[in-house]
């Protein structure tokens, strides 16, 4: 179940981040799906915990990429609270620094040995 919630919601804030990075900045439908990708990347961070790290556990199951998800969690926050402060150009760095973090764990779920690339039939 866990690793189904973190699935969809990882994919969601993929797509859904894309389509808010590429969109006209401050209208409706940009707060809207800013808040959507926001709770989609604050879910797929903390169901991460309750994942595996795969290679080179750090703490009991926790690997290296739960730093990420950790940070994640940070820019997450601090990308919120600047906006609500008025500072655009903060909160526009730490919004494309978390969604660049999130691009490169996916990517990193694409290599040899990974569940995610078995999935999709690369690396035979």
């Known amino acids: 179940?866990?690793?189904y919630l973190h699935l969809v919601s990882?994919?969601?804030a993929l797509s859904v981040g894309a389509l808010v990075l590429m969109m006209r900045k401050g209208t409706l439908v940009h707060r809207l799906l800013g808040v959507?990708?926001?709770?989609?990347m604050a879910i797929a961070a903390?169901?991460?915990f309750w994942l595996g790290g795969g290679v080179l556990p750090l703490v009991g199951h926790l690997g290296p990429i739960h730093l990420l998800s950790l940070w994640v969690l940070v820019a997450l926050v601090v990308a919120v609270g600047s906006i609500i402060r008025g500072r655009v150009r903060?909160?526009?760095e730490w919004m494309l620094g978390a969604y660049?973090?999130?691009?490169g764990a996916f990517a990193g779920t694409l290599m040899p040995g990974r569940w995610m690339a078995a999935q999709l039939g690369l690396w035979m």
């Open 90 to 92: 903060r909160h526009r």
């Open 1 to 3: 179940m866990t690793l």
């Open 46 to 48: 903390l169901s991460s």
């Open 10 to 12: 990882s994919l969601l």
């Open 100 to 103: 660049l973090g999130l691009v």
């Open 36 to 40: 959507t990708w926001v709770l989609a």
